[in-house]
Structure formats: C-alpha cells, structure tokens
C-alpha cells in the first residue's frame, strides 16, 4: 500500500529564514505533485516532478525529487510572510491505467511570522 | 476564466437526505476526479472518470456515486447522507498527468 509521510506537520518560520518540507513514500512512482493551500481555498499547483533528480524553482520555492530514496523535498528560502499556507505533496499511484489517483500526504502548515 | 467550476459552495443536510455535487471543467479534459478532504488529512480519491463514459472506485468510494454526464460534467451524488460525510469535496480534471491536475475551489458539506 502507498503511503505518503510529511514532515513536519506544522512549522513556524521566521521571515528570511530557510527551511525544508520532507516528503517520503512507500512504493515506485515516477510522478510527484506539490501543492499550496491558502485557507478555505482550493489547492494551486507548485510543481510536477517527473523524474529521478528532477528540481524545480519558483520563486522562494525549491523542489526535488529522488526515486532511489522515495524522497521529495521543498526547500523555502528567504521565508516571508505570503509564503503562509499548508503545503501537500502527492504521490501518483498510477494503477488501473489511470491518471489521478493519487495519495496525498496530510500537508504541512506553514507559518511564517514577522 | 477557464478552469473548475463546482456547485455549491456549501451545503447543510439532514442525516439521509441525498444531493448530487456538480463539476464541470472547460479545459477539455478527459479525466475528472471527486476527492475528499477531511481535518488534518490530505485529500482522498473518492471515484475518477478516465475518459467520457467510464467511471471507477478511487479510495473512499462507499456511501457515494458518481456520473460522468459527458466531456464537461462529472457529477458526485450521495444517496442518504451521513454525518461522516461531512467534509470538504474537491472536484478536479487533468488531461496528461505530466501536467498536474485543476482543482476546483471546493464544497464543504455538512451533515447534521
């Protein structure tokens, strides 16, 4: 069974620091998805990940994707206060011939303080 | 703006009364997705359509059914609902996984 496992859960910044969300998984899969949550809001697309040693930036946000370790990370740099929001990864499971079915991690809340 | 459209917003039944949750995508998707989310919890594939005329079981389908009325419109109905229903429903569409998924901006539903 996959099983998606961030850490931490909860994380309180100090604006201008740096931090780093971990994201591990249980089986093979060649697709990573992160994503923002801002509260009562639907969830915005960050990054696709596609493969072994893929990173991608946007702006402050960093992501990595390691298969061999079944490891993603999403490294925060220079944190300021608009980067407030829970953050999801998400593993596609890719059975059944199907998109979409993907098993989400329970999100890290990020907060990040003055 | 082009994207995820879902109806309504919110919504407060009765234990037993049913509803059908609405979607519809104008991005010409083939592939739509009603996912769960509740309190601490990622979100959870509750049923998926593939393509125009197929549905299937994600990961929390009991209790919930599903109808993909065409390309657009992929609709989540529950029969009798349950207070362990209550939850926030995502709809969301993709047409190449190499791309991501749209989400909608949600139904949060309560079942009292």
């Known amino acids: 069974e996959l099983k998606v496992e961030q850490n931490p859960l909860f994380l309180s910044m100090q604006e201008g620091k740096n931090y780093t969300i971990y994201c591990n998984y249980s089986?093979?899969?060649?697709?990573l998805y992160w994503y923002r949550q801002d509260p009562g809001k639907s969830l915005e697309s960050l990054f696709v990940?596609?493969?072994?040693?893929a990173v991608k930036q946007e702006g402050r946000l960093m992501a990595s994707l390691d298969t061999k370790a079944r490891l993603s990370t999403l490294h925060i740099t220079a944190a300021v206060h608009d980067l407030s929001a829970t953050y999801f990864c998400?593993?596609?499971?890719?059975?059944?011939?199907?998109?979409?079915?993907?098993?989400f991690g329970k999100g890290t809340k990020l907060s990040v303080k003055p | 703006n082009a994207g995820v459209t879902q109806t309504p917003k919110f919504q407060v039944l009765k234990t037993g009364q049913s509803m059908t949750l609405q979607c519809a995508q104008d991005?010409?998707?083939?592939?739509m997705y009603w996912y769960r989310q509740d309190p601490g919890m990622g979100l959870r594939l509750i049923y998926y359509?593939?393509?125009?005329?197929?549905?299937d079981k994600g990961e929390v389908p009991n209790g919930y059914n599903v109808s993909r009325l065409n390309k657009r419109e992929f609709s989540l109905r529950l029969e009798s609902a349950a207070p362990s229903q209550t939850s926030v429903y995502f709809c969301?569409?993709?047409?190449?996984?190499?791309?991501?998924?749209?989400f909608g901006s949600g139904t949060r539903l309560t079942v009292v």
């Open positions: 969301a569409s993709s047409e190449d996984r190499n791309y991501g998924y749209t």
């Open positions: 089986t093979t899969s060649d697709r």
């Open positions: 990940l596609l493969s072994n040693g």
């Open positions: 998400a593993v596609d499971r890719g059975y059944g011939g199907s998109q979409g079915n993907l098993i």
């Open positions: 991005m010409n998707h083939n592939s």
């Open positions: 359509s593939a393509s125009e005329g197929t549905t």
